[in-house]
């Protein structure tokens, strides 16, 4: 049953059937704690109809196993030697030994109860046994990624497999499954030795151990698989590399858009301060304004001074009424509520780019307390996070806009007022009129005009309000929102240069038995008898 089982796993391993391709299968036995005891490699010429077949390898005691086709092996330097093939139109099958070190090599620990133990002791035993094997990789070389050289390895996928009878229950495998058939039970778990060395990656950590684990009534030695493949990734899930990079360039965007909005909400705090300033001197002019009134009107002091001073305090506020630092502070509003504009159109883009993971995942009905991926804790706190941030520069520019017009009612009041008034006090000093009767609604007016400058200074105390509380929650959410999208997609970028770039490694591996393989599997088993 167990070759049985070994012969359907390997029939779900693709193979290259190309013509012209070479396949190659490497067999090691083991002993029990992962010591290589010989190699020997199985190659497949796939015959492209050619009469003689010329091949490279660095195995000896090379052996035909399919037919009677004629070899003349030439030997090369450094153990390479050229393999001659009558082939006769046919497929090649040829076997060889080696005692070259395999890419994949393990060492394999054995415990009961906690205790580690020479695995013969444990025989005949009972108690909880852990079983842990600890994959080598020994292809190290360096890949390119981003101009910087790095070390690495090339990435192989292996899986740890061992099948135990009913005399064991409660049986468990790091990272994989186990699969009861009624009278066995079949455990597998998947590991890759140094990909997290290669990429730096803290979910890779623990992927060079494989560890079972399993109760037993009487211990007795179960044969152990290791199938190893140097394949990342297939051609189609290459495509997520594409993704990546539209993340990273939406994050980019996304960043420099908010730290425009950010620039300009600081503008903005700055110019309604400004007007704020200008507003309350305003008041305060009008307010003299209106004592000379008061005092003209009693009679108080004389009529040629109270006018000139009436005329002066009006020159001063139409002055700055009209200043150019006030038409910049509304022109910033103006701005601000075009940036607002786009940043909503950024965040509604990126939030579609997350919608998938966020929906897909379920993660509005999760508390983040629920989720142990840390990249699914950013893409909930930033998509929820972009929601908010969407909400609040939909209101401000719902607040920048009532301003501005309740700004513009206003300025054209007051500018209304001011060309009456000093119509009237011009009238007043060319001494035309009755004097009672003008003094009397001039200082109507100039209580009208106070009454309006109250309010727009009241007006510009919540606008100034308003958008320090908008540069304030801009800045957090920059830094707290946006900062972290944008960094946490540059940390995607940098892993996914590197993987992209070991994914280009594995599929570069040529071979253990030579240089020019198009596939390798590497069959590793411990059996008892291979440590006698």
Do not use: W
């Not at 919608?355 to 909930?380: F, H, Q, W």
């Amino acid at each position: 049953m167990k070759k049985g089982f070994l012969i359907g796993l390997l029939a779900l391993i693709p193979l290259n059937v190309s013509a012209n391709s070479k396949e190659e299968i490497v067999y090691s036995n083991m002993d029990y704690y992962g010591n290589v005891k010989s190699v020997s490699t199985t190659s497949h010429i796939v015959n492209g109809s050619k009469d003689e077949i010329v091949d490279y390898s660095y195995l000896r005691d090379i052996v035909n196993l399919n037919g009677k086709e004629k070899f003349s092996i030439t030997n090369g330097e450094n153990g390479l030697s050229k393999v001659a093939i009558s082939g006769n139109g046919r497929d090649i099958f040829y076997r060889g030994s080696s005692d070259r070190v395999t890419p994949i090599t393990s060492e394999i620990e054995y415990f009961l109860d906690g205790e580690k133990m020479d695995v013969k002791d444990m025989t005949g035993k009972s108690g909880h046994v852990v079983i842990t094997v600890k994959l080598n990789n020994n292809e190290k070389t360096t890949i390119n990624v981003g101009g910087q050289n790095l070390n690495a390895y090339v990435p192989f996928v292996s899986s740890v497999m061992m099948i135990l009878d009913s005399d064991n229950s409660n049986v468990s495998v790091s990272n994989g499954k186990c699969i009861n058939t009624g009278n066995r039970t079949i455990a597998m778990g998947l590991g890759s030795a140094g990909l997290y060395d290669s990429s730096g990656i803290e979910e890779f950590k623990d992927l060079d151990v494989v560890k079972f684990e399993f109760d037993t009534e009487g211990f007795e030695f179960s044969d152990i698989y290791i199938v190893s493949k140097a394949k990342l990734l297939e051609d189609d899930d290459l495509r997520v590399f594409d993704k990546l990079d539209t993340l990273v360039s939406s994050s980019n965007s996304l960043k420099s858009n908010m730290d425009l909005i950010v620039k300009s909400t600081e503008d903005l705090y700055a110019g309604a301060k400004s007007l704020k300033s200008a507003s309350g001197t305003i008041n305060e002019k009008v307010g003299v304004v209106l004592n000379y009134m008061n005092e003209i009107l009693e009679g108080t002091i004389s009529l040629d001074d109270g006018v000139k001073g009436s005329l002066q305090e009006l020159d001063g506020i139409k002055e700055m009424l009209n200043s150019s630092s006030d038409s910049e502070s509304i022109q910033s509003m103006i701005s601000l509520i075009g940036l607002d504009e786009d940043a909503i159109r950024a965040l509604e883009s990126t939030n579609s780019e997350l919608a998938p993971i966020y929906e897909g995942r379920g993660l509005a009905n999760l508390d983040y307390s629920e989720i142990t991926d840390s990249s699914l804790v950013t893409v909930k706190k930033t998509y929820e996070g972009n929601v908010n941030m969407i909400n609040l520069l939909n209101g401000n520019i719902g607040a920048l806009n009532g301003s501005l017009a309740k700004f513009n009612e206003i300025n054209e009041k007051v500018n209304g007022i001011m060309e009456m008034l000093n119509s009237k006090l011009s009238y007043m000093s060319d001494g035309t009129g009755k004097l009672r009767e003008g003094v009397s609604r001039l200082r109507d007016g100039i209580s009208e005009l106070y009454s309006g400058t109250s309010l727009f200074d009241s007006k510009m105390s919540e606008l100034t309000s308003g958008t320090d509380r908008l540069n304030v929650g801009t800045h957090q959410y920059s830094e707290s929102g946006i900062d972290t999208l944008y960094n946490y997609s540059m940390t995607v970028k940098e892993y996914g240069e590197k993987l992209e770039a070991l994914v280009e490694l594995s599929n570069g591996y040529k071979g253990y038995s030579a240089d020019n393989c198009d596939s390798s599997l590497f069959i590793g088993l411990v059996k008892a008898s291979n440590s006698k």
